[in-house]
């Protein structure tokens, strides 16, 4: 018959032999070179219950997973640094779109951030007239806050974009 004491026993032994089988897992799956695999870790805790832990699983045939290496990626020039650039290079918006297939809009924006910035001047990207009447415009109108109102009153050739811009640099808006 069983006495506490004996069962005691039983279930320390259980425990501490418990406690060395998620030891050993634990290393294993804190291994750098392990790829996690489900069937590979069941191998690897049958290798250690039974025993076997020392036994190479390459010797098995079944060689250990690692995780592939990476080549280091190049950084990444910001889009709107390459529509810069294009420009500067002497290429109009509308061209800088076409050959990047991005909207004349978009190419404004990235252009635009340089002029906020202080790289660009903003004649170089809005036409001296559009920002003379635009000036004008908001100095003889202030009541005309809004994009649209401005857009109204100015001539056609003048865009959304180009006033955005021309409010930010000369009012802060």
Do not use: W
Not at 11 to 20: C, K, N, S
Request: a neutral charge; aromatic letters at 6%; glycine letters at 6%.
């Amino acid at each position: 018959m069983c006495t506490r004491r004996d069962r005691f026993a039983d279930r320390r032994a259980a425990l501490g032999d418990e406690l060395d089988l998620k030891t050993k897992l634990f290393e294993y799956a804190g291994d750098t070179e392990t790829v996690f695999d489900t069937g590979d870790y069941l191998r690897r805790k049958a290798q250690i219950l039974l025993g076997d832990e020392m036994e190479d699983t390459a010797a098995k045939g079944r060689a250990r997973k690692t995780k592939p290496t990476k080549a280091p990626k190049e950084p990444k020039v910001p889009t709107a640094k390459i529509s810069y650039d294009m420009f500067i290079s002497g290429m109009a918006v509308d061209r800088i779109a076409a050959e990047r297939r991005l909207t004349p809009g978009t190419v404004f924006n990235h252009l635009a951030q340089y002029v906020e910035r202080g790289t660009l001047p903003i004649e170089q990207l809005v036409p001296q007239e559009h920002i003379d009447e635009i000036r004008n415009h908001a100095r003889t109108h202030p009541q005309d806050t809004s994009v649209t109102q401005i857009k109204e009153a100015v001539s056609q050739a003048v865009s959304y974009d180009e006033i955005r811009i021309v409010r930010k640099v000369y009012f802060g808006d």
